[in-house]
């Protein structure tokens, strides 16, 4: 299904005009279709039908509570990278069983949380972490689950800022270091190593990479196992990239996920995904207004109410957005898109052909549904955007404008 699409010339998600959602909410305002993050999470799941395997949703990519709940509730699994994803999981009614935890840096009092709460495993990055998780929990009375993340030294060619598996990334065992590391933590009583787990990237359009990654993985475990090790589960981690330009094609799902049944079934591990971005990516644009057009240095601007602080993503990675006008134009300007901070780097767009929008009219930034709102600021002292779930033809505000008394809450002067 597309999540957004022209009807009557105006930009629709289902039966909902966003136009309307823009003038009744203001903006920036984000808007997701629920069915189409559903969409996307049942697709993962019925390219796994009939083996054991664990879709766990990659919460940093989006962690509203209504995105959350709406896949708990389609039997997603979550993967956390701190107690504060913990704590959004568990508000949203998502399972604990179903949820695992990564992370280079946890800390002593988020290891303790996530075993208080029950969680499925940790993925464990390091020797030192496996002491400190395995002293947590003999100091709680419990057995920590533990799945070794390891660093399959593979490259994911993908933006060298979301690129993590390759030796010299601080994520991960070194693979060649493994085995003696799970030697060394036989003497550790508060922990069960029960799987392995890599994670090598993200953006990933060609999935080659993630098959090598998940050969070496396979045989790792055949390895542990050898060494009389109970490796049940072998966790590949997300990555699957997704559309930003106009024409590109989506993820492939399906293709991905029979290719990595034919490296895994035979094994008898359960397989363990943690797909964020190609779940709700697509699902999610981000509403603004043009505030302005002008004309300076021989170039053209158009000036919208969206900012860097609201979508990080073209400063911080070079990314591509597509730009549609909420009501269809065929008319283009070659222009920059730029947002009201203070900083060269607050744009949007650079010398691209866009729609000829004037002051007043709405554009959408498409594709902003993941690591769009989640790494949003309040820099320049701008509230954060609303946010809007469109399901089953209707919308609704799932998270309000923050306000200038929310910029300030706990400061004291
Ligand atoms: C970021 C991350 C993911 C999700 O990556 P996507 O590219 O959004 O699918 C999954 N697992 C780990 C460990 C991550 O750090």
């Known amino acids: 299904m597309r999540a957004f699409e022209y009807r009557g010339g105006a930009l629709h998600s289902g039966e909902v005009k966003l136009e309307e959602i823009a003038r009744a909410?203001?903006?920036p305002c984000y808007v997701y279709s629920g069915d189409a993050i559903r969409s996307r999470f049942e697709e993962y799941a019925g390219a796994f039908a009939g083996m054991p395997h664990l879709i766990c949703y990659a919460v940093k990519a989006n962690g509203n509570l209504a995105v959350l709940r709406l896949l708990a509730g389609a039997g997603a699994g979550f993967d956390i990278v701190s107690g504060g994803e913990l704590f959004r999981v568990l508000r949203a009614g998502g399972e604990a069983g179903?949820?695992?935890?990564?992370?280079?840096?946890?800390t002593e009092k988020e290891i303790a949380e996530a075993l208080e709460a029950g969680i499925h495993s940790f993925n464990c990055e390091s020797a030192g972490e496996l002491e400190v998780l395995s002293a947590v929990a003999e100091r709680l009375g419990k057995k920590a689950p533990v799945a070794l993340r390891v660093n399959p030294d593979v490259d994911a060619v993908t933006h060298p800022y979301i690129s993590t598996g390759m030796r010299e990334h601080k994520f991960g065992i070194a693979m060649s270091d493994v085995e003696g590391i799970c030697e060394e933590a036989r003497g550790l009583k508060g922990i069960e190593i029960r799987g392995v787990s890599c994670h090598i990237g993200s953006q990933i359009l060609d999935f080659a990479p993630m098959l090598e990654a998940a050969e070496r993985m396979v045989e790792l475990a055949v390895r542990l196992r050898g060494r009389r090790f109970?490796?049940?589960?072998?966790?590949?981690?997300?990555?699957?990239?997704?559309?930003y330009h106009a024409g590109q094609s989506g993820p492939r799902i399906g293709e991905f996920a029979r290719a990595?049944?034919?490296?895994?079934?035979?094994?008898?591990?359960?397989?363990?995904?943690?797909?964020?971005?190609?779940?709700?990516?697509?699902?999610g644009v981000l509403l603004t207004r043009v505030l302005?057009?002008?004309?300076?240095?021989?170039?053209?601007?158009?000036?919208?109410?969206?900012a860097m602080n609201d979508l990080i993503r073209p400063?911080?990675?070079?990314?591509?957005?597509?730009?549609?006008?909420?009501?269809?134009?065929?008319?283009?300007?070659?222009?920059?898109?730029?947002?009201?901070?203070?900083?060269?780097?607050?744009f949007f767009a650079r010398n691209r052909e866009i729609p000829d929008v004037g002051p007043g009219e709405y554009v959408?930034?498409?594709?902003?549904?993941?690591?769009?709102?989640?790494?949003?600021s309040n820099y320049n002292s701008r509230p954060r955007a609303a946010e809007v779930l469109v399901e089953g033809g209707k919308w609704r505000v799932v998270r309000e404008r923050e306000t200038y008394e929310s910029l300030v809450?706990?400061?004291?002067v």
């Not at 109970?230 to 559309?243: E, P, Q, V």
């Not at 002008?294 to 919208?304: N, P």
């Not at 400063?315 to 009201?340: F, M, S």
């Not at 809450?409 to 004291?412: D, F, I, L, V, W």
């Open 25 to 27: 909410v203001g903006t």
């Open 98 to 106: 179903k949820t695992v935890f990564s992370g280079v840096g946890k």
């Open 230 to 243: 109970a490796i049940g589960t072998l966790d590949l981690g997300g990555g699957l990239g997704i559309a």
């Open 260 to 283: 990595l049944r034919g490296k895994i079934e035979g094994s008898g591990l359960e397989v363990m995904v943690e797909p964020g971005r190609s779940i709700v990516g697509e699902a």
């Open 292 to 306: 302005y057009r002008k004309r300076s240095g021989g170039k053209e601007f158009a000036i919208v109410d969206a």
């Open 315 to 346: 400063a911080l990675y070079q990314a591509h957005h597509e730009i549609l006008a909420l009501g269809e134009r065929k008319d283009t300007a070659r222009a920059d898109v730029v947002g009201p901070v203070c900083e060269t780097g607050d």
């Open 364 to 376: 959408a930034l498409a594709s902003a549904g993941a690591y769009g709102f989640s790494q949003s």
């Open 409 to 412: 809450a706990g400061e004291r």
